[in-house]
């Protein structure tokens, strides 16, 4: 194994994150409200409150090892008996936006409105959130100053890293923790046909040796496994099942970390050592490239 001593890492080989992302209804009515219409697809959507986010707490339970759910706004309101049952389990619930569309498609001031929506809605239920996340990862060039601006610490949406860093915005300093779509139940297991999510049903043993891999090759290169799921896909029995198994694989190599996000921020914050980077938008010449 790599070097021991940097100090996000707290001495593991790998320090792996349990992401759910509770989106529930949310990224189907992005695609447009009338979706609203369609019974199929918002009962397929509410599999992830109503069943997923159940059976995921149990398997934490049993496996014993915590994990952090990104809510948005709008499913916190819908399903409170759900955001409860998270509360009493434990985890760490962080900021997922308020409607669940992509920050990269609204207007600054949309994108402000959206973020303190959110923050409204989780005070609601006494939460805090020291984390953030945005809609399908579409953070804009001001989202992460949005983060350091209302006081979080962390943000997970940027994939410029496999290790988390520190991140100087013009509204200060966080933490961010990078995902990434190959660690993503998404692309493994999305299919609805309309509005069109993901056309793939994949084994989830395909999926479990390809994460377990994932995790093996990161604790020889001291990287984050940053696992993102969601639970109206990964709830689902088989998918769940490996899930389960990536998990207990990973605490039988013994130099694999579970970690909140929450703590992998605050160590990330005390880290010397780790890379401090600016947040440096790109900008290119109006001649060089057509707008779209
Ligand atoms: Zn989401």
Request: aromatic fraction near 8%; hydrophobic fraction near 40%; proline fraction near 8%.
């Amino acid at each position: 194994m790599t070097s021991q001593n940097a100090g996000w890492r707290q001495g593991a080989a790998c320090v792996a994150a349990l992401t759910f992302d509770v989106d529930a209804e949310s990224p189907v009515l992005a695609e447009g409200r009338r979706y609203a219409d369609h019974a199929m697809v918002m009962t397929h959507q509410a599999f992830g409150p109503l069943v997923g986010v159940p059976r995921i707490l149990q398997m934490l339970k049993d496996v014993a090892q915590p994990a952090t759910f990104f809510i948005p706004g709008l499913t916190a309101e819908r399903y409170p008996a759900m955001v409860e049952q998270v509360i009493d389990s434990g985890h760490e619930i962080a900021h997922h936006s308020y409607t669940h569309r992509t920050p990269t498609s609204m207007t600054p001031s949309e994108e402000r409105a959206d973020f303190e929506r959110a923050l409204k809605v989780l005070d609601r239920f006494g939460i805090t959130p020291v984390g953030h996340r945005a809609a399908l990862w579409e953070a804009s060039w001001q989202t992460p100053s949005l983060v350091a601006e209302y006081g979080l610490k962390y943000d997970s949406s940027l994939m410029d890293f496999d290790t988390p860093y520190r991140l100087e915005t013009p509204a200060g300093t966080i933490a961010e923790l990078p995902p990434h779509w190959s660690l993503d139940d998404w692309e493994q297991y999305a299919f609805l046909p309309n509005p069109r999510l993901g056309e793939v049903i994949q084994s989830p043993l395909t999926v479990a040796d390809m994460w377990i891999h994932e995790i093996d090759a990161m604790r020889r290169h001291g990287a984050m496994f940053m696992l993102t799921c969601h639970p109206f896909l990964s709830g689902r029995a088989g998918r769940l099942e490996a899930l389960r198994t990536v998990i207990e694989t990973a605490m039988e190599r013994g130099d694999v970390t579970f970690a909140t996000c929450k703590a992998i921020a605050e160590a990330t914050l005390r880290d010397p050592d780790l890379e401090a980077r600016k947040l440096e938008p790109v900008s290119v010449p109006a001649d060089l490239y057509p707008l779209e």
